[in-house]
């Protein structure tokens, strides 16, 4: 009897395991960047016939707390990830965000609502804040953003 229960506990484990790994491959897809979005200046002609979006003010970052809940899209927060979450911006939106001091920059796709301080302009995950440097200090930093990259199917007013 004890080895019956025992074979299903490790069953039950292997299937979870194979599920979770399963989610986590599913979610490391990150969008391809187009040409167009890799090759904007900060401060270029704006093309023909394409909304520009741009914002400057404070970003923040998740805690890590948040890491594997949900996020207002649907998908699963990862820290590791460069996502970030903007209060207006539709779900899937490429975002290039600037650190406004240094110049370095990087791209982040929205996937989440917020912040919720009216006082910050984007949330940021961990992995993207750290790479602009914004883990050190008080865990606010003054960036510029603009998107590179509407989701497909979105036509911007």
Not at 79 to 93: D, E, I, V, Y
Request: charged share 25%; aromatic share 10%.
């Amino acid at each position: 009897m004890f080895y019956q229960i025992k074979h299903k506990i490790c069953i039950l484990v292997l299937l979870l395991g194979l599920f979770y790994f399963g989610v986590d491959a599913q979610t490391k897809d990150t969008p391809q960047l187009t040409d167009f979005a890799l090759s904007i200046p900060t401060d270029s002609v704006e093309p023909e016939g394409i909304k520009v979006f741009k914002q400057n003010g404070t970003a923040s970052y998740y805690a890590k707390k948040f890491n594997g809940r949900r996020t207002a899209s649907g998908e699963r927060y990862s820290s590791r990830k460069l996502t970030a979450a903007h209060r207006t911006l539709p779900f899937g939106t490429l975002v290039r965000v600037a650190n406004a001091k240094t110049g370095k920059w990087l791209v982040v796709r929205v996937n989440d609502r917020g912040p919720y301080s009216r006082k910050r302009i984007i949330d940021l995950s961990y992995e993207a804040a750290r790479q602009l440097g914004l883990t050190q200090g008080a865990g606010l930093l003054k960036v510029k953003i603009r998107v590179v990259e509407w989701p497909v199917g979105y036509t911007p007013n």
